[in-house]
């Protein structure tokens, strides 16, 4: 994404490279400039539109065929431990 007389301009990505990222996209996991590049993308066109609707689809089909299971509270507290020590320079 660059600046051009005032306005944001974002790279133009081929559908390959968009629809590569579509479960990134979809699953929110994109920095801010990829995800507006993207959105700038399915604004012009249709195919990849339709190309992140079915793979939302799948996504939604996908969770609710699946047992959703949650990590016992003392995995969850050993692995956010491990988390901040990694984060803050020291060994997990």
């Not at 968009?18 to 507006?36: I, N």
């Not at 996504?59 to 990590?71: I, K, S």
């Amino acid at each position: 994404m660059t600046v051009h007389d005032g306005r944001l301009v974002f790279p133009h990505w081929p559908c390959s490279a968009v629809q590569a990222r579509s479960f990134e996209y979809l699953d929110d996991e994109l920095a801010q400039g990829e995800r507006e590049a993207i959105d700038a993308h399915l604004r012009r066109c249709a195919g990849c539109r339709h190309a992140f609707a079915r793979d939302g689809a799948f996504r939604t089909q996908l969770r609710h065929a699946t047992p959703q299971e949650t990590a016992p509270d003392h995995l969850r507290s050993r692995l956010l431990d491990a988390l901040r020590r990694a984060s803050d320079g020291g060994v997990a």
